[in-house]
């Protein structure tokens, strides 16, 4: 998109590049050094596919031994690494340096160990969130987190941002749903956290790796929680004739002590985009579309539908629809999980936004999106985890013109403001990465950034890992340990900053 | 104090040198004040978990009984603010009134104490972060905080976190605060999740004597879809007059029919639902060839609770341990403890409260080793007055307790807080 500012360039590795070749050669396979630009452009960018960067090389590592050996050599010749997953990232956390390696966890796709006995996969991080799931399903079981990219994104990717999806509602994100994690330090140091166990003793540094983005530690093994099938699944399709009514009936099933397995919200713009795009049979006079899915024994999901059924009435919605089998659940579904292609094919590109803010507050804003949308004269579609307060707004725009690109920056940037603004954050389950580094100080001031920062210089005292990510370029902040914006370089010149 | 501090502020400081701070900003002015002067402290609140970990030597405490009170409580976004440290009782009665509970359930370690109930505080429960029963269900302490304000080593006042469930911005401090036991935040503000409650509860026990069904029985519970949501085994064992005497005051229920060890597990939900997850465990479970009683609701909430707050342990004056292991290892666990420890097991097989006689210290060397082997770890709770200390109360391998004291240092670099009671030097 506009220009993005990155960590200054270390102009010595560029010129000894030849070296570290030859020296990463000699770490692992010669074959899994990939340095002539044919082979590193599939990695120049992540699924914020706007910005682009040529790493110095990338390496692809087979085991823990290998990522620790690379990166001591690093650590000692004072090189940027920036570990990638699946690359399916939305916010530019895997996003390459020009003089850094780009570590890639994409030949760690094994799953080391089925445990049913513990209720727990052992794997590579390097398997799709939807591979464990798979690896278990013959006896019923899977893996909770389900973010929208399941079928493609990486295990360790979901740890490093720590991931959510539909049902993180009932059943958490990544965080809640991990045992055990290896990581190696900048260092080279390996590091065995948690294991088959509940809880672990000490400092819970699982806690701070899960959702660091790749800023503390290369994650090399990942040990999930599988949890059993629920017995029966049912979901209701219920259309609004306005916002608020939606967005109340969805605040007022959660107050009434209600927790749905999901319970999606999707605006009139994204309903008749999704329903062209699936044909999934959704009510197109609707304003709002509320998706509310129900797990449980037979009887209790029967009882419950019937609460939010009165609910749902009371607040004069102009369509129900109950799921009668499985199949028709999964046609629900399938308009909500084409969201973003539907928007894909409306417009040339879009930018997909990701705050949280409390749940009372969907209608709220809804509106507020709706009025900057006439503001910036850019159509926006809405799909949001509305059980959790997690927005989703797609903005859709054409890259190829520079000021609507401009337009759309700002325009996402005053959307996440105004979710701080009503009491929630600027990302649910996208993570900072790049994308939103500039926006931190909206929700932290200096005292917290720095207590951040420093827990980052403490694991990796050259601010050698995944450098320019999460937290807003600063001058000399590694050298010198203090927050400083740099003025002349701000993405959102015009945000407040206290 | 300095002059500045005396003259700005009334903090009020007693002759034990405890000071008592009345906001957060009168936190960050001691601490700066000891950061300045190099001066470590105890960060203290009600003491009701004050036995736990090493103890500390330092010229100095911090009592936070007056940053105590609901900042905001929000039923229908589930969440409730609290000051560091109100009490538990507090918030229990004020979630009660809208139909909520903090789903961790938290444990009462009065009894185990003092034999009473004696809450503590939401910062004591972050600090050590000690889950109930319903743990292995739901998640532990960790899982249900949502933020926190506090002050550093340094006497910066920071935050982490909000109000709302998701949320990556930035690095999970919130998770790094829970079970660091006070070494790192002195805490002033603590955002907890809610949840509604169960409407009812129901407990099926299973009398048996044989360990190898109830580590079956254990593993099936795990695997099952009806969403049981406690699961404790009670062995008969070791023959102990006292403690026979004690588990009969504890487990005092009219339809517990008959003595000896059992395995009890919970079910929870509206009258319905209980009654289609007991069809269903009855069949997973076979349950029909085995003896059992059933608690109804009036039974099953005190029998729960006498669980979780360690009732069985009441006034201890042995060593008690706290191991959590991975729950395949059971059965090479109980043939270890059989006839020789007084023991239960928690968490669906995850959890044993283990007691260790008080004169028998070198038995906490060797349950220490075997749970290593068992890839578990263990913490001793409480120990007795003629502990020897050779075996430490946390355990740590090398590596983590590199990284631990690195982030110790990230947060309170002149070691300040609580020093020592985790780990030496941290």
Same mark, same amino acid.
């Given at each position: ?150 079928? &493609? ?82 979901? &209701? ?101 084409? &969201? ?159 | ?8 502020? %009334? +903090?009020?400081?007693? !002759? ?22 190099? %001066?470590?402290?105890?960060? $203290? ?11 500390? %030597? ?11 009170? +609901? ?111 006070? #070494? ?21 026990? $299973? ?13 099936? +519970? ?19 007059? !006292? ?72 006034? #201890? ?39 260790? %006689? ?24 409480? #120990? ?13 391998? !090398? ?7 690195? $982030? ?19």
């Amino acid at each position: 998109m506009s220009e993005l500012v990155l960590p200054k360039i270390n102009k010595e590795t560029i010129s000894k590049k030849e070296y570290i070749f030859k020296n990463l050669a000699k770490i692992i396979n010669p074959e899994n050094v990939l340095s002539h630009a044919d082979e590193i452009k599939p990695y120049e960018t992540d699924a914020l596919a706007a910005y682009t960067q040529t790493p110095l090389a990338v390496v692809m590592p087979e085991n823990t031994k290998e990522v620790s050996n690379i990166l001591k050599f690093c650590h000692a010749e004072d090189i940027k690494v920036v570990p990638r997953g699946a690359g399916t990232g939305l916010s530019g956390g895997a996003l390459p340096l020009n003089d850094a390696i780009l570590l890639s966890l994409g030949k760690f796709n094994k799953i080391i160990e089925i445990d049913f006995e513990n209720k727990c996969v052992v794997t590579q991080p390097g398997v799709t969130n939807l591979g464990i799931t798979h690896a278990v399903q013959h006896k019923n079981f899977y893996y909770a987190p389900d973010p929208s990219s399941q079928l &493609a994104c990486s295990i360790g990717g979901n740890v490093a941002e720590n991931s959510g999806g539909v049902h993180s509602l009932k059943y958490g994100t990544t965080t809640n749903n991990i045992l055990g994690v290896e990581i190696v330090m900048m260092d080279g140091t390996i590091c065995r956290i948690g294991g088959k166990t509940l809880d672990q003793e000490g400092y819970d540094l699982m806690g701070l790796i899960c959702g660091s983005e790749g800023l503390l530690g290369v994650i090399t093994e990942v040990t999930v929680k599988i949890l059993k099938n629920p017995q029966v699944v049912k979901a &209701a399709l219920i259309g609004f004739p306005t916002i608020e009514e939606g967005g109340n009936a969805a605040t007022e099933i959660i107050s009434s002590g209600i927790v749905p397995a999901g319970m999606e919200i999707m605006d009139k713009a994204l309903i008749e985009a999704t329903d062209n795009f699936s044909k999934a049979g959704y009510p197109r006079d609707a304003e709002l579309l509320l998706i509310v899915e129900l797990d449980g024994t037979e009887s209790e999901v029967d009882e419950l539908l019937k609460q939010v059924r009165d609910i749902c009435e009371k607040n004069n919605c102009s369509s129900l629809k109950l799921s009668k089998n499985e199949k028709e659940r999964l046609s629900f579904w399938a308009g909500r999980k084409a &969201a973003f292609p539907a928007c894909g094919a409306l417009a040339p590109d879009y930018y997909c936004m990701d705050g949280s803010i409390p749940r009372g507050k969907l209608a709220e804003a809804l509106l507020i999106i709706k009025k900057l949308s006439e503001k910036y004269k850019l159509p926006v579609a809405n799909c949001f985890h509305a059980g959790d307060g997690n927005l989703h707004p797609l903005i859709m725009f054409d890259g190829s013109d520079k000021e609507e690109l401009r337009k759309t920056e700002e325009f996402g940037a005053e959307i996440l403001k105004a979710c701080v603004r009503l009491g929630g954050v600027i990302t649910g389950e996208h993570g900072v990465g790049v994308e939103k580094r500039e926006l931190m100080c909206e929700m932290f001031n200096d005292n917290d950034i720095q207590q951040q920062l420093d827990i980052k210089k403490s694991l990796d005292e050259k601010n050698l890992l995944n450098p320019g990510k999460v937290y807003p370029i600063l001058r000399k902040c590694a050298e010198e340990g203090r927050v400083h914006v740099h003025r002349n370089e701000e993405k959102f010149p015009d945000l407040p900053r206290f | 104090m300095s002059t500045e501090m005396k003259k700005n502020s %009334q +903090i009020y400081q007693d !002759s034990n040198n405890t000071y008592y701070p009345e906001d957060e900003s009168q936190v960050s002015d001691i601490v700066k004040e000891l950061y300045k002067k190099n %001066q470590p402290t105890e960060l $203290i609140g009600t003491g009701t978990k004050n036995f736990i970990g090493n103890k500390i %030597q330092s010229a100095h405490k911090i009592s936070f009984s007056k940053l105590s009170g +609901i900042v905001e409580y929000l039923p229908h976004e589930l969440y409730i603010k609290v000051k560091a440290n109100t009490s538990l009782e507090l918030v229990e009665k004020e979630l009660e009134k809208n139909n909520q509970e903090l789903a961790f359930e938290p444990i009462d370690f009065g009894f185990i104490h003092s034999g009473k109930s004696n809450k503590g505080t939401i910062a004591g429960y972050l600090a050590c972060n000690y889950a109930g029963s319903r743990r292995f269900k739901v998640g532990s302490v960790r899982d249900h905080v949502l933020g926190f304000r506090g002050v550093n080593g340094k006497g910066d006042i920071i935050k982490s976190g909000g109000t709302v469930v998701k949320n990556v911005t930035g690095y999970d401090l919130s998770k790094l605060v829970a079970g660091s036991f006070g #070494t790192l935040v002195a805490l002033t503000e603590i955002t907890l999740k809610v949840l509604p409650k169960k409407k009812l509860s129901n407990t099926i026990i $299973i009398h048996t004597e044989d360990k190898n069904l109830v580590n079956e029985l254990f593993e099936k +519970i795990s695997g099952s879809s009806s969403e049981v949501s406690g699961a404790v085994f009670i062995p008969e064992e070791p023959e102990d007059k !006292s403690y026979d005497h004690n588990k009969e005051m504890v487990f005092k229920f009219n339809d517990l029919k008959s003595k000896g060890s059992f395995l009890a597990l919970r079910i929870e939900g509206d009258k319905i639902s209980i009654e289609e997850k007991t069809k269903s465990l009855t069949d997973e479970l076979a349950l029909n060839k085995l003896n059992l009683s059933i608690l109804d609701l009036y039974q099953s909430i005190p029998f729960w609770k006498k669980i979780n707050n360690l009732e069985l342990f009441k006034a #201890t004056k042995n060593n008690l341990l706290r191991v959590v292991i991975p729950p395949s290892k059971g059965n090479k666990l109980m043939r270890y403890l059989s006839n020789k420890y007084k023991y239960y097991v928690d968490w669906c097989g995850s959890l044993y409260w283990i007691e260790i %006689q008080s004169k028998k210290n070198t038995k906490v060397r060797e349950i220490k080793n075997i749970i290593k082997e068992l890839e578990g770890y263990l913490t001793i709770i409480k #120990t007795s007055d003629e502990y020897d200390y050779e075996e430490t109360i946390f355990t740590v391998d !090398s590596t983590r307790l590199l990284i631990s004291e690195k $982030i110790k240092k990230s947060f309170d670099p002149k070691r300040i807080f609580n020093p020592g009671k985790m780990y030496r030097g941290i």
